[in-house]
């Protein structure tokens, strides 16, 4: 990596970082303004753009409409781009990448295609679950990325990054991303704001198909409606009430329920979008008739959708998944109380890539 120091289009709004991370996350007015600081006329930025984001470019030296001296020249400024370090393809077509990055730290990103009507049909949707930090620090119970302890947040390139691998490897677009790998996204607000603009404006992903999975940082929720985005903020909840919440949550104990349920309340307000409410379901924990009765009253007048998705097992830990019919009763109270809700099957079990199985590792 180049030790000249260089202003970033994705650090511009840094004095402090001067030093060039990478182009990748960076719009096609900031990589014009690149461009013109290095001597070159500006329809050279959309060039650029587009071989990063469109042909997928890894090296610069690689971009064959650059004049060749200034390739040489420029040929060391990174681009972004993670390595591929295993790959493992789980019977259902959803794809785990562990991906390298250029400190050699290793994430987990997941694609998950969706086929057609009977599954049947031609491929319609492929989604992305990207990583927005390598390990996790919020240690939820049930979760093995926890398990790992948490190294640092990710930059902006890696984020991006993650969605154009998976495009690259299905050669299909990706239609949907969803910030549930590795990490709270929260912890890492100001890159998955910018991460979120770049898949939008640069990758052309539709601001509604983006979802952002928290399990709720203090005053963070109120501060990302602020950014007015159309994207789909989802709440990890798993339990109806504090005392369960935070035996499974211990970064509850300092959050409680309650305030977390007033920032969501407001980010309703401000957005006019649902909250979108993650809850796993463990058998015999929290998966009871008087859990779903207590959630309903949490929820009741919320513009909300509950998400239940069946615990997937990790080896830390032993909670049970409950069987098809408990899963069932719990749905079944939740619509007689008019709670808008669905269950989620995780894909790619049997590839150790569903939710709450990612952690950096290949075993
Ligand atoms: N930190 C964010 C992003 C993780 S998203 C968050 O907590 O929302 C992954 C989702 O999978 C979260 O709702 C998480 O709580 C859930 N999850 C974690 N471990 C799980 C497991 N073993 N089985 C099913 N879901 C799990």
Known sequence: ????????????HNPEKSELIALLGASVAELTAWVQQQGQLSYRGKQLHEWIYQKGVRSLSDISVFPKNWREEIAHIPIGRSTLHYR??????TIKYLLQLADNQIIETVGIPTFGEGGKGPKSRLTVCVSTQVGCPMACDFCATGKGGYKRNLAVHEIVDQVLTVQEDFQQRVSNVVFMGLGEPL????????????????????????????????DRIRQFAQHHLQVTLAVSLHAPNQALREKLIPSARAYPLEDLLSECREYVEVTGRRVSFEYVLLAGVND????????????????????????????????????????????NILKQQQIAVSVRYSRGLEADAACGQLRASNN
């Open 1 to 12: 990596m180049s030790a000249t120091p260089v202003v970033s289009p994705v650090d511009s």
């Open 88 to 93: 493992t393809v789980a019977p259902d077509g």
């Open 187 to 218: 912890l890492n607000t100001e890159n998955v704001l910018a991460a979120l603009k770049s898949l939008n404006q640069d990758v052309g992903i539709g601001a509604r198909s983006l979802t952002v999975s928290t399990v709720g940082i203090r």
């Open 288 to 331: 009871l008739p008087e859990h779903a009765l207590e959630l309903a009253k949490c929820l009741r007048g919320f513009q909300s959708h509950v998400n239940l998705i069946p615990y997937n097992p990790i080896q830390e830990v032993d909670y049970k998944r409950p069987n098809r019919d408990r899963i069932q009763a719990f749905v």
